[in-house]
């Protein structure tokens, strides 16, 4: 399953909820969009870049198993957006929500191959 976590503007919590969710999820695994990192460290887990999980796309199913078994967090950085790495870089998500919840905190733009994955989309608002 792939849960889409969104602000409606910045400064709501976006990476908050992310959290509370991927720690809920039975095999929640963060997927940390933003490549600022923010969800990732706040989970204290081990965090792969997607890039580098791409590159190693013959090793696909085992490392889809290391996720899954050591809950491993994931980051997306600038490399994953190269036309290369991009295609590959959502197999592997894609491989991985088969098997576990992955939990993307997608900040108030998130990408569109996020939008279209989402199984759920969580959409957070602060109202005064």
Do not use: Y
């Not at 792969?48 to 290391?66: G, I, K, P």
């Not at 490399?79 to 790495?85: E, K, Y």
Request: glycine share 8%.
């Amino acid at each position: 399953m792939f849960v889409l976590v969104m602000g409606a503007k910045g400064g709501v919590g976006t990476t908050s909820v992310a959290l509370h969710l991927a720690r809920r999820a039975a095999r929640g695994i963060g997927l940390d969009l933003m490549a600022d990192g923010q969800l990732a460290a706040r989970l204290g887990r081990p965090t792969w870049t997607l890039s580098d999980a791409a590159l190693r796309s013959a090793q696909q199913q085992r490392m889809v198993d290391q996720v899954v078994k050591q809950s491993v967090s994931l980051l997306w950085t600038p490399v994953c957006a190269l036309p290369n790495i991009s295609a590959a870089a959502w197999d592997f998500v894609r491989a991985v929500a088969a098997r576990a919840t992955v939990v993307a905190d997608g900040g108030i733009e998130p990408l569109e191959e996020a939008a279209r994955l989402a199984d759920v989309t969580v959409i957070v608002s602060a109202e005064s």
